[in-house]
């Protein structure tokens, strides 16, 4: 079965773009969620989609956003990039909605901001 | 508030030697407890959990972990370190007043271990 995967792996972007990341889950789940991994800050959550619901939101301004198609697939936005925007992006898949469910996650995307 | 404490962020081990990751976890319930490592350029990969079956929780090459209420504690030990052990690891908690599937990560410790 394959893992999850992420597209693409590394962007490079300028301050004031958008930009727009995707994720497909292991086949079969139906959660997926977005984290954002920095020296400073660590892994902190994003978001997390469910049904093409998003259930759950971390503590970041509106420029993130995102949504998930009727395929599970997920898509992360990220409007008026900013420096401090420069991460790992990592989403992470699981079968369904009960926290104990192992989550497993994508290699990322690595985000430059210029 | 859920949250976890790694309380290094360095450890180096010679290969052989046993290995010893403390984490310490504050939660208002009884808390769902990952271990997770990250090798360089790689996602994170799922060593072990705790879901309150039982407090003694083993994991994939040959890592375990306990869980101790009353220190509120889940230490990651091996008995023995090889070269391959070196990463990062990372202590989860599961916010479960958040909602489901939100894990709230510790600071990390990097690993190294030498020959």
Redesign the interface.
Same mark, same amino acid.
């Given at each position: 079965k394959a893992g999850?995967t992420q597209t693409p792996r590394y962007l490079i972007k300028t301050r004031g773009q958008q930009v727009t990341l995707s994720c497909s889950p292991i086949s079969g789940h139906r !959660?997926v !969620?977005w &984290?954002q991994q920095t020296p400073g800050q660590? $892994?902190? *959550?994003l978001f997390?989609y *469910?049904s093409e619901t998003q259930?759950?939101k971390?503590n970041f301004p509106g420029r993130f956003s995102g949504r998930q198609f009727s395929n599970s697939r997920s898509e992360m936005n990220v409007s008026t990039l900013e420096l401090g925007d420069s991460a790992l992006y $990592?989403c992470?898949s !699981?079968l369904a909605? =009960?926290? &104990?469910?192992? =989550? *497993? *996650?994508?290699?990322?995307t690595r985000l430059t901001v210029l | 508030a859920q949250s976890v404490t790694q309380l290094d962020s360095h450890v180096s081990v010679s290969e052989g030697t046993p290995v010893l990751l403390r984490c310490n976890y504050s939660s208002s319930y009884s808390p769902s407890l990952f271990w997770y490592v990250q090798h360089p350029n790689k996602g994170l990969q799922l060593l072990l959990k705790y879901t309150s079956a039982a407090t003694l929780v083993k994991g994939i090459n040959g890592f375990e972990a306990e869980f101790k209420k009353s220190e509120t504690s889940f230490h990651l030990t091996k008995p023995s370190a090889h070269m391959s052990d070196a990463a990062e690891y990372f202590c989860v908690v599961s916010d479960q007043a958040g909602g489901y599937n939100k894990l709230i990560f510790g600071a990390g410790t990097r690993l190294a271990v030498h020959p």
């Open positions: 999850v !959660s !969620s &984290y660590g $892994l902190q *959550f997390e *469910f259930r759950n971390g $990592l992470a !699981s909605g =009960q926290d &104990y469910n192992e =989550q *497993f *996650f994508g290699p990322g | -």
